[in-house]
T-cell receptor, first 114, second 113 residues
Framework: DTAVSQTPKYLVTQMGNDKSIKCEQNLGHDTMYWYKQDSKKFLKIMFSYNNKELIINETVPNRFSPKSPDKAHLNLHINSLELGDSAVYFCASSPTPTANTEAFFGQGTRLTVV | AQSVTQPDIHITVSEGASLELRCNYSYGATPYLFWYVQSPGQGLQLLLK??????LVQGIKGFEAEFKRSQSSFNLRKPSVHWSDAAEYFC???????????FGQGTRLTINP
């Protein structure tokens, strides 16, 4: 069983479209995250949820809207996609939202906006 | 602001050779430090972590790292690399209060046969 799973793995779409990426974790963790990895492999946190509540929002454009229907799921919806949104998006989870906790990552979703 | 610097963007070593990947951090408090590895097309996997205590920590796959507070460093080492170690390696600091990981820019490791 995959601990943190994301779908889809690849996503190619045109500018202006709206798309969603889904994430599920079966580890029983309370905290889930979205990270963005740009073309230079730089990883930066976007959002963090703890027990379905938003706790981190790192100055991400409001075209990005995370939703956590329950603590095992954290989806990312992106409106009006732009070329600069092309990146690999990683979902992650951890037992607690503390800085000394290991994060478990999904395999990533490679988003290409054309 | 917290930051992590990995000075080497790309390192090439021969199979069987020793390896050291450098990581320097900037953080005001006691850092929580991590090394993650990303194989091609995969997510990140934790290699090892340092929170407190013994400054030499052992991880998976034969890796170890040493925390040196005086140098603000947390370098990753392996005595003898294998071709399967070719990957991207990320150093990260856990930011207390902000409850997030701040990553370095990564070091790509290539192994020559």
């Amino acid at each position: 069983d995959t601990a943190v799973s994301q779908t889809p793995k690849y996503l190619v779409t045109q500018m202006g479209n709206d798309k969603s990426i889904k994430c599920e974790q079966n580890l029983g963790h309370d905290t889930m995250y979205w990270y963005k990895q740009d073309s230079k492999k730089f990883l930066k946190i976007m959002f963090s949820y703890n027990n379905k509540e938003l706790i981190i929002n790192e100055t991400v454009p409001n075209r990005f809207s995370p939703k956590s229907p329950d603590k095992a799921h954290l989806n990312l919806h992106i409106n009006s996609l732009e070329l600069g949104d092309s990146a690999v998006y990683f979902c992650a989870s951890s037992p607690t939202p503390t800085a000394n906790t290991e994060a478990f990552f999904g395999q990533g979703t490679r988003l290409t906006v054309v | 602001a917290q930051s992590v610097t990995q000075p080497d963007i790309h390192i090439t070593v021969s199979e069987g050779a020793s390896l050291e990947l450098r990581c320097n951090y900037s953080y005001g408090a006691t850092p929580y430090l991590f090394w993650y590895v990303q194989s091609p097309g995969q997510g990140l996997q934790l290699l090892l972590k340092y929170f407190s205590g013994d400054t030499l920590v052992q991880g998976i796959k034969g890796f170890e790292a040493e925390f040196k507070r005086s140098q603000s460093s947390f370098n990753l080492r392996k005595p003898s690399v294998h071709w399967s170690d070719a990957a991207e390696y990320f150093c990260a600091v856990g930011v207390q209060g902000a409850q997030k990981l701040v990553f370095g820019q990564g070091t790509r490791l290539t192994i020559n046969p």
